[in-house]
């Protein structure tokens, strides 16, 4: 991913892969208002240290947003800001992972996530999806086949509104199951929700962390995407004793999120603007996410599919299997445009013939010509595997799901390195 951000930097590249909310929607002057009233007035506390858990405006504000999602009764106890969202996710695999423990995922899942599974050496356990989100069906009998091998997850990691990539939502009675099943076995779940107050069209649903009630729900959220990305602010909220040992791993990380981004949103919040802001970013991404839609019905051929976004910044398009997206985007730099390729969203290989694409980051103009671009170094790929086999490629067809079939494919450019012994005493004394 890194090296992607890189190439994609490029001024002449369309870039459909990042995850890059459009900031330039964030009025200048009222930044320049609101750093010189905070120069005026708090210059000390904001290039000072902070508490660890963070200052108690922000987490003040953090509760109104909350507040948004109908996510009532938090006192300002139950959250720990966090340096991003990003953070929280490292902080929570930090804490709780071993090397060799189960960590259960949305397949796809974040891709950004991928690197803290890695880092912690977690054996993620990846549960497809469909247009309802997680297939709680697939959740279940893999909880019951991990139980009859003595093997708990130490959590199950969601991202279930909007998600990234795969820009679907899950349902209200899959979100009931899911909060029921952690409670059947007593196992935590990590609800990701950076996006869920970017809805474009349909009802809200309600968290994870409200349907729970917070006893088995650790909730992250971030002000990336409804403010501004970099602030490096977020926050989780989570049950106590979680919420404290999350505090210990964050002080050993980095000891506090920056004053000066606290003290920002502090003061941005008493202007009251913040809902209004997010009404400008909503209007802006509804917009964009149109303009994809409608281009790739226009140039995408009836061989892909692709998800109808309700929210967010992301749709998932899936290709025919014999195309390979990694391969693909090496091409569609050549024409200078730019996706990320499912298989940063797995960590067993799958994802080869996906892609995920942005809308929130760039033009409506540049949206229409990057999909165009896209869909013909894809129509080259489609008329190639035509003349080599002599068939036309059929229309896309969902594959069957089986839970017990893992793929043996081999991952890109990827190593495979020898596991730490799990019993090995410097590998569990290090976290
Ligand atoms: C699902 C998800 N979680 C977490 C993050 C991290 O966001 P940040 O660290 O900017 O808060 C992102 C960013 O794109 C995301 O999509």
New binding site residues.
């Given amino acids: 991913m890194r090296d992607l951000m890189a190439l994609t930097a490029q001024p002449q590249v369309i870039s459909l892969a990042g ?1 890059l909310p459009d900031v330039s929607a964030f009025p200048a002057e009222l930044l320049a208002k609101i750093t010189a009233q905070m120069a005026a007035e708090s210059s000390v506390p904001a290039l000072q240290y902070a508490p660890t858990e963070g200052m108690d405006d922000v987490r003040e504000a953090i509760i109104e947003v909350m507040a948004a999602e109908n996510i009532r009764n938090l006192e300002v106890d139950d959250i720990l800001v ?8 490292d902080l929570c695999c930090r804490i709780l992972v071993d090397p060799g423990d189960v960590v259960i995922a949305e397949a796809p899942t ?1 891709p ?2 991928v690197p803290c599974f890695n880092s912690f050496e977690a054996d993620l356990v990846q549960i497809e999806m469909d247009s309802d989100g997680m297939r709680i069906d697939i959740l279940e009998d893999t909880l019951t086949r991990l139980k009859a091998q003595g093997r708990r997850p130490k959590f199950i990691y969601t ?1 279930p509104t909007f ?2 990539p795969a820009g679907v939502t899950l349902s209200l009675p899959r979100r009931k199951r899911l909060v029921e099943l952690a409670r059947e076995h007593e196992l935590l779940v990590v609800e ?4 869920g107050l970017l809805r474009y069209e349909g009802d809200p649903l309600p968290t994870l962390y409200e349907l729970d009630g917070g006893e088995f729900v650790i909730y ?6 409804i403010l501004a ?1 970099g602030l ?3 926050w989780a909220a989570a049950p106590g004793p979680v919420l404290q040992k999350l505090t210990i791993g964050k002080a050993a990380g980095d000891l506090n999120s920056s004053s000066l981004s606290q003290m920002f949103i502090s003061y941005y919040f008493r202007t009251g603007l913040w809902k209004q802001q997010l009404e400008t970013y909503k209007e802006l991404y509804r917009r964009r996410r149109d303009v994809m839609l409608d281009a790739l019905a226009e140039f995408f051929g009836p061989e892909a599919e692709w998800t109808h976004p309700q929210g ?3 749709l998932w398009a899936t290709l025919p299997d014999y195309i390979d997206t990694s391969d693909l985007l090496v091409r569609a730099l050549d024409e200078d445009v730019a996706f990320v390729p499912g298989r940063g969203a797995y960590l067993d290989g799958r994802g080869g013939s996906a892609m995920r694409l942005n809308f929130s980051g760039v033009s409506e103009d540049d949206i229409r010509e990057g999909v165009r671009r896209i869909a013909k170094v894809v129509g080259e790929q489609i008329a190639l595997y035509g003349t080599l086999t002599g068939q036309t490629a059929p229309a896309r067809q969902a594959p069957a799901v089986d839970p017990e079939v893992v793929t043996t494919e081999p991952m890109a450019d990827v190593l495979p390195l020898p596991r730490r012994d799990v019993d090995d005493g410097r590998a569990r004394g290090s976290r």
């Fill in positions: 995850g966090t340096t991003g969202g990003q953070q929280a996710i974040y950004g996530a991202v998600h990234n990701d929700n950076p996006y992250l959220g971030t002000f990336s995407k990305a490096r602010i977020g967010g910044l992301f």
